[in-house]
């Protein structure tokens, strides 16, 4: 067999009747890819590296072989990380050749490609395989480059993504073996197992191998493994960055200090990086989708644009393994996991604050409705005041009408949810109070969360 044969073998081993172990099943993302199968078009699988995306890839092919009565001969998977691949001077072409030519030269089949961004060109491959209806097409990518490319405007309106994330709360719980049901009295009953599985939770993530992983050491072993493979594979090699040193003392004072605002001003001044490379930067790190930029809510873009920004991070895990953490950081921690738990149910969060009162929202979001949800994150019992003036705050500006321009707009009242550790209720200021294992356990479909 040829060296490319030889690799195609090893890496599709339904070929020779053998079906990988998949794992356990995530619903969620399923609910849509087997909608997604039947279409037709490209379906692509984006996020951040070792968020489990290899794995529903595999999970897809046990679909279609097994569910689907697809011949395996049919599908052909390609890890594009694989050095082996990479030594190929034109791997897609050569791996399609050999392919049609020594296992299955049909036009019925279908093409997987794992981490396709590590292939130079791979647009005008994808864009050739489907407008000549060579195969059905699912891909995966761990950055924004994905769509950012020129995928999007190659293929406008032939591709359906799906965005995967380390596990949810609910996900974390299945992978521990913790049966729960989502009735309030079964909540009820098992809310101190719960809280417990929160507080793992909160300071251990939650990528899918290291939440197997019952061993502290190994946990973070996984984790700082995870960290170098997603700064040099996904920031270095695709941005090409020289200056890989100022990128670690970047990336490094934004792990130990997410949640908080910043300027880039102020960065250049302690870091001693120019305003550019640290802009850059950021967006590098955002399409590695390890780091979120979060803007001040305004109607204005300049004012978003003016006032200081704040940094969230994907994951607490892979925060903790790699940055100083303390003791005092689990509230920062709570509000991360919101942040990212937002972001999971499709919503854009944005940050406020009154200035000179020091009054804040930890984030404002538009709901399903149009009208607009004020979140603080205290992941306390012990309520303060500051926790309750700021969403007061908030609403009091933004509720019924926004003055824009010359225009009024209406928004309706302002949804006020104060995020805590086992407090539940309403405040006469109407501030719904919800604990936040509660909160991650049961959203709400229509927006309203």
Wanted: charge should be negative.
């Amino acid at each position: 067999m040829s060296k490319c044969l030889d690799l195609l073998v090893s890496l599709n081993p339904w070929w020779r009747g053998e079906m990988l172990k998949t794992g356990i099943i995530r619903e969620k993302y399923f609910l849509k890819i087997r909608k997604y199968l039947d279409t037709g078009e490209i379906l692509v699988l984006n996020g951040v590296r070792r968020s489990g995306k290899t794995t529903i890839l595999f999970q897809t092919v046990d679909e279609l072989v097994l569910k689907r009565g697809v011949s395996p001969e049919k599908i052909l998977f390609v890890n594009c990380d694989d050095p082996l691949l990479l030594e190929f001077e034109n791997p897609l072409e050569t791996v399609i050749d050999t392919y049609r030519k020594d296992v299955y030269a049909g036009d019925d089949a279908w093409l997987i490609l794992d981490e396709v961004q590590s292939i130079d060109g791979w647009e005008r491959w994808i864009k050739s395989y489907y407008d000549r209806k060579m195969f059905k097409i699912i891909i995966s990518g761990s950055s924004s480059y994905l769509m950012d490319s020129g995928l999007s405007a190659l293929l406008s309106g032939r591709y359906l993504p799906v965005s995967v994330y380390p596990l949810d709360f609910s996900e974390y719980l299945m992978f521990k073996g913790f049966d729960y049901s989502d009735t309030p009295v079964a909540l009820a009953s098992d809310k101190y197992k719960i809280m417990n599985y929160l507080s793992d939770y909160l300071k251990s993530g939650g990528f899918p191998q290291v939440v197997l992983q019952d061993d502290d050491e190994m946990r973070n072993d996984y984790l700082r493994v995870y960290y170098d493979s997603i700064v040099y594979r996904d920031i270095v090699r695709i941005q090409n960055v020289r200056n890989q040193k100022a990128l670690s003392s970047l990336l490094m004072y934004f792990f130990s200090n997410f949640t908080s605002v910043y300027s880039y001003k102020n960065l250049s001044d302690v870091l001693q990086i120019d305003n550019n490379t640290i802009h850059d930067y950021i967006h590098f790190a955002e399409m590695a989708k390890i780091l979120f930029e979060v803007r001040y809510f305004s109607y204005s873009l300049k004012a978003q644009e003016r006032n200081q920004k704040k940094i969230y991070c994907i994951d607490n895990g892979l925060r903790n393994s790699v940055s100083f953490a303390f003791s005092k950081d689990v509230g920062r921690l709570a509000e991360n996991l919101v942040f990212v738990e937002l972001m999971r149910r499709g919503f854009s969060p944005y940050y406020w604050k009154k200035p000179g009162t020091g009054k804040e929202a930890d984030f404002v979001i538009k709901k399903r409705d149009g009208s607009l949800q004020a979140i603080n994150v205290t992941y306390t019992d012990d309520i303060k005041e500051r926790e309750t003036a700021g969403l007061i705050e908030f609403s009091g500006e933004f509720s019924e009408k926004c003055q824009i321009g010359q225009s009024s707009v209406f928004t309706g009242a302002v949804d006020m949810l104060l995020l805590t550790k086992d407090t539940e209720g309403e405040l006469d200021d109407g501030i719904r109070m919800v604990p936040l294992w509660k909160w991650l356990l049961s959203p709400d479909s229509s927006g309203s969360v």
